[in-house]
């Protein structure tokens, strides 16, 4: 049901039918990072975790079709190449559409912005198991307050449909609001607050219950099984231009997973460059 | 025939002096940060302490181009009066807007040349920005004096045809922050003579916004 909400939507926005762009512009972007996430296998239990780090090289390319003063519509073509250190089996490759409504009825940058998101992607790992699809839909409005400080909120919604099992097919609702700070020199610092409540596919040696949809998995030789959890998240983040088209940033993430008694912790520390063509 | 050439001589006299009154003396200013590194895009103004300001002239034009979703100019200094018209030499839309006190204006969603220029009457600083492209940023500043100039790459500028005199100087950078120019000190400008001045401006900083997306603080979970 909510995949089908999340296609209709992505369809509405990918093709406007009936609306008259008054001008088209080209969207290109690039982006590489890298990170280190300390609980890669989502294992509660500290000798069932194992950590890794994680390249990854990801563009979009598409168009963007300004509707009037207020709205504009974009439609991309996302890829995205990544490539874990150790854990080779989770190398994998995403190949999507994304379509985003966005709308800034006021003048200037400190006007208020509402955005629209909806997008696919199939995903092809080494270790199919975890092939399957994503679809991703997301409302998030912002507001500059000055020219130093931000807001922004975002709710997202994610589905993912595994192609051979039902251990990694599952959906998930993230709300987080996020606080920036630019500084005069370029540099911007972000803090921000989530909370999720969704699948995660979790592993132990031991399966806990019989009743959750469970699997052995070869690559971190233990059982895969999925359950319901709350999930804190906790970011920090910065980033600097570097000449007009391209910023680097730094930034880590806590997120908390909680389940009954029982914690499911994992932190990301991530760098890494992106790029503008537009 | 000797009182011909007496005449066609006192003629080419008068028309020099004539010349040499209206041409005045250069002021050439060279702006420095406090950090001595030379300052491009500086505005530097003359102002006649106690002299007359000559009324401006009806027809002064300057354009502020729009190239590769920049403003060129980045800093563009006009006399009060003046018709600045605002081509968009890209292929794309944009929506340039001003909330400046000196001249709030917008010119909605267009390509290619306005049908009418925007008269900045008023001094100050305007800033620029378009609707579309948030990091595009330019700046007009207005000034009442006919006597400015704005630093090139070498932190240098040259004023011509400045009447000998007494001058308060002003300066106004973007990145100084400053609303309005700064008084700078004093000048006397001595007839047929260069004045040279080296000036210090601070700087606040203020790096371009990218136009890369940011990545940071987007939480995607």
Not at chain 1, 36 to 57: E, M, R, W
Not at chain 2, 81 to 92: A, E, H, L, R
Not at chain 2, 108 to 116: Q, S
């Amino acid at each position: 049901m909510k995949r089908s909400l999340i296609i209709a939507l992505l369809s509405i926005m990918a093709f406007p039918g009936g609306i008259r762009a008054l001008d088209y512009s080209r969207i290109a972007n690039i982006r590489f990072d890298v990170t280190h996430d300390t609980n890669v296998s989502k294992a509660s239990s500290p000798s069932d975790q194992a950590d890794d780090t994680i390249a990854a090289l990801s563009g979009s390319y598409g168009r963007r079709l300004q509707l009037n003063e207020a709205d504009r519509v974009s439609v991309t073509v996302d890829f995205a190449r990544i490539e874990y250190t150790e854990y080779n089996g989770m190398d994998n490759t995403r190949a999507g559409v994304s379509a985003a409504w966005f709308r800034k009825p006021g003048l200037g940058p400190r006007a208020p912005w509402l955005n629209v998101q909806a997008s696919a992607a199939r995903l092809g790992y080494r270790y199919d198991i975890w092939d399957g699809a994503e679809y991703t839909a997301a409302i998030s409005a912002g507001k500059s307050f000055n020219d130093f400080f931000s807001l922004s909120a975002a709710h997202v919604v994610r589905d993912r449909t595994a192609s051979t099992n039902d251990v990694y097919s599952g959906n998930s609702y993230t709300s987080s609001i996020v606080a920036g700070f630019s500084f005069r020199n370029g540099l911007r610092l972000s803090a921000g607050y989530g909370l999720s409540r969704g699948d995660i596919t979790a592993h132990c040696i031991m399966p806990r219950r019989p009743s959750d949809p469970t699997l052995y998995e070869e690559l971190f030789d233990s059982w895969a099984y999925r359950r319901v959890f709350k999930t804190q998240i906790y970011s920090l983040a910065a980033s600097y231009p570097l000449g007009y088209t391209t910023t680097v940033f730094a930034g880590m993430e806590r997120m908390e997973a909680r389940r009954a008694a029982r914690n499911y912790p994992l932190e990301l520390f991530r760098m890494g460059i992106a790029h503008s063509m537009e | 025939m000797g009182s011909r050439i007496i005449t066609i001589i006192a003629l080419f006299a008068a028309v020099a002096v004539a010349g040499a009154q209206v041409k005045g003396a250069e002021f050439q200013a060279v702006v420095k940060s406090d950090k001595k590194q030379v300052v491009e895009d500086a505005v530097v103004a003359l102002v006649p302490m106690g002299g007359e300001i000559p009324e401006p002239e009806k027809t002064l034009t300057a354009v502020m181009d729009q190239v590769d979703k920049e403003f060129v100019p980045r800093v563009l200094p006009v006399r009060t009066g003046t018709k600045v018209s605002f081509p968009n030499s890209d292929n794309i839309l944009h929506h340039v807007y001003s909330f400046s006190k000196a001249k709030p204006f917008e010119l909605p969603l267009y390509k290619g040349a306005p049908a009418n220029p925007v008269v900045f009457d008023n001094p100050g600083v305007v800033v620029l920005g378009c609707n579309i492209h948030d990091w595009m940023k330019g700046y007009i500043v207005v000034l009442e004096t006919p006597w400015f100039g704005k630093t090139g790459d070498k932190g240098k500028t040259l004023i011509k045809d400045v009447p000998p005199g007494r001058y308060k100087i002003f300066l106004w950078h973007p990145e100084s922050a400053s609303k309005n120019l700064d008084p700078a000190g004093e000048a006397a400008i001595v007839k047929d003579e260069i004045a040279k001045k080296e000036y210090t401006i601070k700087l606040k900083g203020g790096k371009k916004k990218s136009r890369a997306p940011d990545p940071a603080g987007v939480i995607n979970y």
